[in-house]
């Protein structure tokens, strides 16, 4: 899952960044509210991580450009414990949360997955396909009860196609979820971490992933 985080303190955003990256996230970064609020109107997010305090535009306008424009990416707000009386007036933006400094990283981290989490996609926080299972808070995926030990990238990959079953998605789609804004969309790194993945699933010859010639990939239990 990708997410955006916009933070002109580099001794706040770098590791946070680091520290979201080793969660399993793939994290865009803008160090102003001009840069940050133009990437959150060009890419999909699934979560945006804003500063209250940005140079160019402050977090309150990136807000409430965002919403005016039916971008309803679920967005944290980072504060000084000084501004939180502005809670009011950001949450009545449509900001979803917010998160006072200095915080505790897991609090954070655990912040983001409530923010992203989709009911009606599935139930509880576990994905479900046949025999397959996805635990992303635990970072953990089973298959007939056996645990079955992927990468961190190939776990992200996994939990996108599966929160997406069903559906046929792009080489592009998966990209810009799956990988960060450094990612060359040239290489060939989506069709070899989906060949591992058939690799480590697939070894009793039933299906999961299918490819759709110059349209993408799908997860499901039939073609």
């Known amino acids: 899952m990708r997410i955006l985080l916009i933070e002109d303190d580099n001794n706040i955003s770098r590791p946070l960044g680091l520290a979201l990256k080793a969660a399993n996230f793939a ?3 803008a160090s102003d509210g001009e840069k940050g609020y133009f990437a959150a109107q060009t890419n999909n997010y699934s979560l945006i991580i804003l500063d209250y305090n940005l140079p160019g535009l402050d977090g309150r306008e990136i807000i409430r450009r965002l919403r005016s424009e ?7 707000v980072l504060t000084v414990r000084s ?3 502005d809670k009011v ?3 009545g933006l449509g900001a979803d949360d917010y998160l006072a400094k200095p ?3 897991a609090e954070l981290l655990a912040r983001s997955r409530a923010l992203m989490r989709r009911p009606e996609t599935y139930a509880g926080n576990i994905l479900r396909l046949g025999n397959l299972e996805l635990d992303p808070d635990k970072f953990l995926v089973s298959q007939d009860g056996s645990r079955v030990f992927l990468s961190s990238k190939e776990f992200a990959l996994l939990e996108y196609l599966m929160k997406n079953k069903g559906r046929i998605l792009s080489h592009q789609e998966i990209m810009e979820n799956v990988w960060d804004e450094n990612a060359d969309p040239f290489s060939n790194t989506i069709e070899v971490h989906i060949s591992n993945l058939r690799r480590k699933l697939e070894s009793d010859g039933h299906k999961l992933i299918f490819t759709f010639s110059n349209r993408g990939y799908k997860i499901d239990e039939k073609r």
């Not at 039916?70 to 944290?76: A, H, K, M, S, V």
Request: hydrophobic residues 55%.
């Open 27 to 29: 994290v865009d970064t």
């Open 89 to 91: 007036e950001l949450l």
């Open 83 to 85: 501004e939180i009386n």
């Open 103 to 105: 915080f505790v990283v």
């Open 70 to 76: 039916r971008i309803n990416t679920p967005i944290l």
